[in-house]
């Protein structure tokens, strides 16, 4: 049984600011006796306090001593995040003072929440759903203004709409064929195949739509991850420095000085990059230096998105087949860039366009002087900026991609049983795993484990 299920009627509380100094701090506490709790520490609250009406007073310990000068806000049952009755104490900030406030109201009887637990109740209260609950800790953690926007249009239900929307369409193919079974004997069908085939299509394009979704989801939520890949001395390192206009990785003549990828975080236009510096592609017999290599690959086949670093004094057509050796995925998210242009000549010119893949997508630059930089930074973020960013219906969680995928697999077998004119149980049995794992998405089917995955994610206090 989850913890939170097991305690599910405990008063708690949580520090709901990030610990350390600063202006207040508020401490959450939520439950049945969460008012009673908190006149024992604020006697300045009145008998019957209004919900959302801020008290103010001192907070004393047992013996009446003054510990410090807090507000309280108070929130009736039904009218606050959790659903019970909260009261929200805001003292000043910094860790003894904070504690202190947290150790008396504790003192009273109440206990601390676990991670996630004020959500969790809200979950159970049904203030929020689990794809809500979900876009609560997507919110806290979004590190850009998209990220931000889509985990609160998801946190306002949109999404969930979504789903609800697909779970009411299945449902009602459900229904049909119910009532087609009861009225057989009579010879009457309620809905034709044909038509309950054509709904079932219908709900299946809109899951297939947020399937797809996922990719553009997580580049808003997690970041684009991008690899910078090449020969030794190609230039990889002074582009990463370039784009962050500082030195993060050394740059030297001697072929194999980055022996590891280096990860950086980078911002463009409200879109976060993960940029990785890799090592050089190379046969070599130095084992650190191969180790770094086969770690270089692993790391750029996971990439979004590929920059191939060309050195135009070397053989171009030799550096593209060198990708094939090493088994680097090329595909229509690579980028080929000419390092060095600065030493290119029309006789390089000449030779490179004869060699270079797919010309339209080649572009020359030179790190080392910064030119072109700001033109590549352009041409990545045209070619890898979610195509539906827009959208509020943008599936970001792993958790929905796989129910998801799960219930278009019944979808299938169940257009198959009804293409086939099999009896109505076979199609019924299939949908009705299909709306279970919707249903699932939204928290209206779940287990232990599943609640323990979502909320644990979760920080103390919310």
Request: net charge negative; glycine share 4%.
């Amino acid at each position: 049984m989850s913890v939170y299920l097991d305690n599910e009627s405990d008063t708690i509380c949580a520090t709901a600011t990030p610990p350390g100094h600063g202006g207040i701090a508020v401490i959450r506490i939520s439950g049945d006796d969460a008012i009673q709790s908190a006149k024992k520490c604020c006697p300045f609250l009145p008998s019957n306090p209004e919900s959302h009406r801020v008290y103010y007073g001192f907070l004393v310990d047992k013996n009446n001593e003054k510990i410090d000068e807090v507000l309280c806000t108070y929130f009736a049952s039904g009218r606050s995040f959790t659903g019970e009755p909260v009261v929200e104490i805001s003292c000043h900030g910094g860790e003894y003072l904070t504690q202190a406030v947290l150790s008396r109201v504790v003192e009273t009887g109440v206990r601390i929440a676990e991670k996630g637990e004020f959500s969790f109740r809200a979950f159970m209260n049904g203030r929020i759903d689990l794809v809500q609950a979900e876009s609560i800790l997507s919110l806290i953690q979004s590190e850009t203004k998209k990220a931000s926007q889509l985990s609160l249009s998801h946190l306002e239900g949109e999404l969930s709409k979504t789903y609800k929307n697909i779970e009411d369409q299945l449902v009602w193919i459900l229904a049909h064929l119910e009532a087609n079974i009861d009225y057989a004997q009579e010879d009457i069908q309620v809905a034709e195949e044909s038509l309950l085939l054509n709904k079932l299509i219908s709900a299946e394009s809109e899951i297939i739509k947020l399937v797809e979704s996922f990719d553009d989801g997580r580049r808003v939520k997690e970041g684009v991850r991008i690899s910078l890949i090449g020969l030794p001395n190609a230039g990889k390192s002074s582009l990463l420095n370039a784009i962050l206009k500082q030195e993060r990785s050394i740059v030297t003549d001697i072929e194999g000085t980055t022996r590891d990828f280096i990860e950086e975080t980078y911002y463009y236009k409200n879109q976060k990059y993960i940029l990785t510096d890799t090592a050089g592609l190379r046969e070599t017999s130095d084992t650190i230096e191969s180790l770094g290599i086969q770690r270089t690959i692993n790391v750029v086949n996971q990439s979004d998105f590929i920059v191939v670093l060309l050195d135009p004094n070397q053989s171009i057509e030799n550096q593209v087949e060198n990708l094939k050796r090493f088994n680097i995925q090329s595909s229509m998210n690579t980028l080929y860039v000419v390092n060095k242009k600065d030493l290119i000549t029309n006789t390089h010119l000449k030779s490179l366009k004869s060699f270079l893949p797919e010309k339209d997508r080649v572009l020359y630059i030179s790190a080392k002087l910064n030119q072109g930089v700001d033109e590549l930074l352009e041409l990545i973020f045209q070619k890898t900026s979610p195509r539906s960013s827009e959208s509020s219906a943008l599936v970001t969680q792993l958790r929905h991609f796989e129910l998801l995928k799960a219930s278009l697999e019944d979808i299938d077998r169940a257009k198959q049983s009804l293409s086939a004119a099999d009896s109505p149980e076979f199609t019924i049995f299939e949908l009705q795993s299909s709306v279970y794992k919707i249903q699932e998405i939204l928290g209206k089917q779940f287990d232990d484990e599943i609640m323990d995955r979502v909320f644990k994610e979760f920080c103390l206090g919310k």
